[in-house]
């Protein structure tokens, strides 16, 4: 069965920082696709980073710089590192696993950031 699950969010001081994790299981870890997505509330859930089976990442242009995605296959683990934190980083940040082998996707269960001024 596939699970993904979340954790590392909280609550914050603007310029602080925050490493969010994904630990995934039903997959072959090391052969999927991971991705970081964020939902303001109020707002529509944004794409926030993608860290390809390859190692590949990206990032929304306004993001790049002080958020930083990485992986541990080791661990079945995606990670989030976010630095230098502002208010507007608020949001529920849901990571996504996509597996290109059987075509199958899965989101988790979302973990709560909140910056404050």
């Known amino acids: 069965q596939v699970q993904l699950v979340e954790s590392g969010g909280g609550q914050v001081q603007a310029g602080e920082s925050l490493r969010l994790s994904c630990v995934v299981s039903?997959?072959?870890?090391?052969?999927?696709?991971m991705t970081w997505y964020r939902q303001p509330p109020g707002k529509q859930r944004d794409w926030v980073s993608t860290i390809w089976a390859s190692g590949l990442t990206q990032y929304t242009d306004s993001l790049k710089g002080r958020f930083i995605v990485s992986r541990d296959n080791a661990k079945s683990t995606a990670y989030l590192q976010m630095n230098n934190l502002e208010p507007e980083d608020t949001a529920v940040y849901y990571c996504r696993a996509f597996s290109p082998q059987t075509g199958n996707t899965h989101w988790g269960q979302g973990t709560q950031v909140t910056v404050s001024s």
């Open positions: 039903g997959f072959i870890f090391s052969q999927i696709h």
